[in-house]
């Protein structure tokens, strides 16, 4: 075995969306102390303040004696030995450009479900190139698991991923609580990009909503779109897995049917006749499936693999299609 996590590891979390404020939240259940970069001023002094994010998640309140907050990236990740990375794919190379401080001894944990804009990258595969990260020192958190219910504290599920699975249930007991239910797993390539392309699948859900498509074509659309994930994967990168764990299946499903989901909405507002430049000012929240599907559009040149979902969204967020001619050939696809 390589790097192996102390149970008493210092967490810092960088970032303070909704999942970076919900992990914070989470985590501070387990610890007694979590360091918290928030490179905005004005939300730091809030936050110090008020105990609250005054963007994100305001009903959760914060017992900031325990917590360790910053605009100060360097301090942040000086005082712990475990970095949860939380903020939107499209955001990570700006938020870590002004990091001095060493990462060789930090073990990194992925909580973003989004590629790297450009480098057609996951955050796993963009640490490792980039800051020279050995794949045994990086973890992804993911699973059907909306920031909005962790903040009311309804029952949700995570999966803790590692390349060494002794590591994956140490991280999982900082995770745990009397509201999240926490699996551990060592397919980190898999879950990673399940968890990218599920976004692809939920805007083209929302666009067909917003078509006037009623549940019978959704449910054949999702069902269709996980088969084409399974077949993204095993593809790519063949390794046992289970396609309908929850950390595959489950986070395709919530993120394709919840009201909370911005790439849902995201589509939905294409499907309504928004423009997508247009959907993206509306938005308040980033929606990876956007970057995500010139990604998987890009990778997939190299390998063919059949995927008329994925390619019909990007016909219609890249290429100007129009949503409801390239809805109306997608239904002639599925089976």
Known sequence: MGYTIDRDARCAVIGYGSWATALVKIILENETSVGWYIRNRDVLEH????????????????????????????????????????VPSAFLKVTLEPLTEPLKDKFIISAIKGIIPGDYLTVAEYMNRTYGIPFDQIGIVTGPCHAEEVALERLSYLTMVCKEIGNARTLSEKLRTSYINVSCSTDIYGTEYAAVIKNIYAVAVGIAVGL????????????????????FLEGTYPAPRDINASAYLGDLLVTSYSQFSRNRTFGLMIGKGYSVKTAQIEMSMVAEGYY?????????????????????????????????DAMRRLTKKLV
Do not use: W
């Not at 910053?70 to 000086?78: I, P």
């Not at 998987?296 to 409801?324: C, S, W």
């Open 292 to 324: 995500a599907s010139e990604c998987i559009h890009q990778i997939n040149k190299r390998f063919g693999i059949d995927m008329p979902i994925a390619e019909t969204v990007h016909r219609i967020v890249y290429e100007n299609a129009l949503p409801a």
């Open 47 to 86: 936050v110090k303040r008020y105990k609250t994010n005054p963007r994100y998640l305001r009903d959760v309140h914060f017992y900031t004696n325990n917590l360790k907050m910053s605009d100060d990236l360097d301090a942040v990740v000086r005082e712990a030995e475990v970095i949860v990375l939380a």
């Open 212 to 231: 006037g498509y009623g549940d019978n074509f959704l449910a054949v659309l999702i069902s269709n779109a996980a088969m084409e994930m399974g077949r």
